[in-house]
């Protein structure tokens, strides 16, 4: 508990060599706990980069007899629930979808719907900025893998995954300021993964 009080403290003062040692300490725990509640490795990595980004939004509350350990667990716990709660609802989303379509494999209508949000996506997309933008394009359009993304970039993976989250994040809230509809929902979660 001292450990944890120190690193709070200096985390407060937004001290990243205190950030980086908690982010050491925790980040392989959160990530095995993240792959037992059955999220595949990618999502677990996220997992981590989305708990570590929390710590740090909320480092200005943090109270210094907080078990760090304690903290970072519940943080995770809430993601992966809200993670599996989300894609519950997409996948009935989808069932639904399915259900009450043609039994043509793809309609006109269909094919025009998913191209105007298609292009309403990609507009959002480049807005974004010049860097979130490139690392999300490679890895969900040229379906690239982080690590070719940092090579390619010379940046390291991490920076990746973090661009690659900032990005998600940005277009989730795109989606929710703009209260997408479900049936465009369901195409949006389709063509950008989420």
């Known amino acids: ?13 937004e001290n ?7 982010y050491d300490h925790y980040a392989d725990k959160i990530f095995y706990v993240s792959l037992r509640f059955h999220l595949s490795e990618d999502e677990a990595k996220e997992m981590v980069q989305a708990v570590f980004l929390k710590l740090w939004e909320k480092r200005e509350s943090l109270k210094e007899h907080l078990s760090l350990n304690a903290f ?11 993670l599996h709660k989300r894609k519950a609802v997409e996948l009935a989303g989808m069932q639904t979808y399915l259900k009450y379509q043609p039994t043509s494999a793809s309609t006109t209508e269909d094919y025009l719907s998913f191209s ?8 959002f997309i480049n807005s974004l900025p010049s860097r979130h933008k490139q690392i999300f394009l490679l890895s969900r359009k040229e379906g690239m893998k982080n690590e070719e993304i940092a090579s390619q970039l010379n940046l390291s993976k991490r920076t990746v995954e973090n661009n690659i ?3 998600e994040l940005a277009i989730r809230q795109f989606l929710k300021k703009n209260k997408i509809l479900e049936r465009s929902f369901v195409f949006l979660t389709v063509w950008i993964g989420l």
């Open 165 to 167: 989250y900032q990005a």
């Open 1 to 13: 508990m001292e450990r944890d009080a120190q690193w709070i403290s200096e985390i407060k003062k």
């Open 116 to 123: 105007e949000l298609e292009n309403c996506t990609l507009r």
């Open 72 to 82: 970072l667990l519940t943080i995770t716990k809430n993601n992966i629930l809200n």
């Open 16 to 22: 990243r060599g205190a950030f980086r040692a908690v």
